[in-house]
Nanobody
C-alpha cells in the first residue's frame, strides 16, 4: 500500500519560516515528479511548487523567491522550505508524488493527507 505522510505544518507569525516534509512509504521503484499544492478556505486547490525527476522546479508567482522545493530520493521525501511567510499563505498544504512501484505497472499520482499552515500575528 501507498502512504504519503506530511509533517512540519503549524502556526507561525508573518515573516517566519516553516519547512514541510512529505515522506513516501512502500516498495517504491522510482519517484517521478513531485509537488506541493495548497487550498485556502473558499478557494480552489492551487499548485505551489513542483520538481521533476531531473530537478527542474516550477513555482507559483505568489511564492517565487520565498519558497524552495527540494527532494531526497534516498529518503523518498520531498520538502518545501517556506520563508518570509505571509497571512495569505495560510492554507492546508498537500504533497503530491508520481510514483512507480513496479517497472511493468507504470506510475500513478498519490496525495498526502494535508497539513495545516497558519500565518497570523
Amino acid at each position: 500500500q501507498v502512504q504519503l505522510v506530511e509533517s512540519g505544518g503549524g502556526l507561525v507569525q508573518p515573516g517566519g519560516s516553516l519547512r514541510l516534509s512529505c515522506a513516501a512509504s512502500g516498495s517504491i521503484y522510482s519517484m517521478n515528479a513531485m509537488g506541493w499544492y495548497r487550498q485556502a478556505p473558499g478557494k480552489e486547490r492551487e499548485l505551489v511548487a513542483a520538481i521533476t525527476s531531473g530537478g527542474n522546479t516550477n513555482y507559483a508567482d505568489a511564492v517565487k523567491g520565498r519558497f524552495t522545493i527540494a527532494r531526497d530520493n534516498a529518503k523518498h521525501t520531498v520538502y518545501l522550505q517556506m520563508n518570509s511567510l505571509k497571512p495569505e499563505d495560510t492554507a492546508v498544504y498537500y504533497c503530491n508524488a508520481n510514483l512507480m512501484f513496479q517497472p511493468w505497472a507504470g506510475a500513478s499520482d498519490y496525495w498526502g493527507q494535508g497539513t495545516q499552515v497558519t500565518v497570523s500575528s
